[in-house]
């Protein structure tokens, strides 16, 4: 009897969706700020490139958040999103002077929360493993929030949880949720794309001027109530700001 062994022979053969595994860095350190809600507002940092809806700009962007990532220690695809949310209510809503740094703040303070990693992603924005945050149940310290969304985004049909690397809730995601590449398909909350623009549409929603300190701290707060996140999310946005326009 002859046994045979077959090798099957994966080389140079990869998988477009596969999750993009870039050099790991070290997080960049944020000195912590504990300024007083409208006291101030976080540096803007870099600003990225100019949306020209008629022409492709993505040769641009790749650049400015590769540079930007060279930086701050954010993968470039991340910077990617925030830069394109940037762009993006710039042209939509110019007067809120949303910063890619903000979002960049609120996802620093989310992964360290949520205990998530952003440092794998696949090539079409989607995290390798889906973000959903523990029940809203009102069990010590956690607030109760009943189910709003029949578990579709969350899994659980009887209390709310925090969805994607934004951490909406699903009510906060049904009604803000925008696509933010253009090609139809439903806005998922586990894309980072996504989850930026709506992200940025969220914060611009209350019509102030994030440029401004009492604008930049409505908009937190309405993002999310606890003046101790917000402070978060100042230092840490502030931090890459800085490091982003460094020599």
């Known amino acids: 009897m002859v046994t045979g062994v077959v090798l099957v022979l994966t080389i140079g053969i990869r998988n477009p969706d596969a999750p993009v595994a870039p050099p790991v860095q070290p997080a960049l350190a944020i000195p912590e700020q504990r300024p007083q809600p409208g006291a101030e507002s976080p540096r803007a940092g870099l600003a990225a490139p100019v949306d020209r809806p008629q022409v492709s700009d993505q040769v641009e962007l790749d650049a400015w958040a590769t540079r930007v990532a060279d930086k701050t220690h954010v993968p470039p695809r991340v910077l990617a999103a925030y830069g394109r949310a940037e762009m993006w209510m710039q042209r ?74 934004m951490q909406f809730l699903p009510s906060t995601w049904k009604k803000y949720q925008e696509r933010a590449n253009g090609d139809g398909g439903a806005p998922d909350p586990q894309n980072i794309d996504d989850a930026a623009f709506t992200a940025a549409r969220y914060l611009c929603s209350g019509g102030d001027d994030l440029g401004t300190p009492a604008g930049w701290w409505r908009a937190i707060l309405f993002y999310n109530p606890g003046v101790a996140y917000g402070q978060d999310v100042f230092s840490a946005a502030d931090a890459y700001a800085e490091a982003s326009v460094a020599p």
């Open 92 to 165: 939509q809503k110019p007067t809120c002077h949303l910063s890619w740094a903000t979002l960049a703040g609120i996802g620093r303070v989310e992964t360290e929360r949520g205990e998530f990693d952003l440092s794998a992603i696949a090539a079409n924005g989607r995290v390798a493993k889906p973000v959903v945050g523990p029940p809203l149940d009102g069990s010590p310290g956690v607030p109760a929030v009943h189910d709003t969304d029949a578990g579709k985004l969350d899994g659980d049909k009887a209390w709310d949880h925090a969805i994607g690397p």
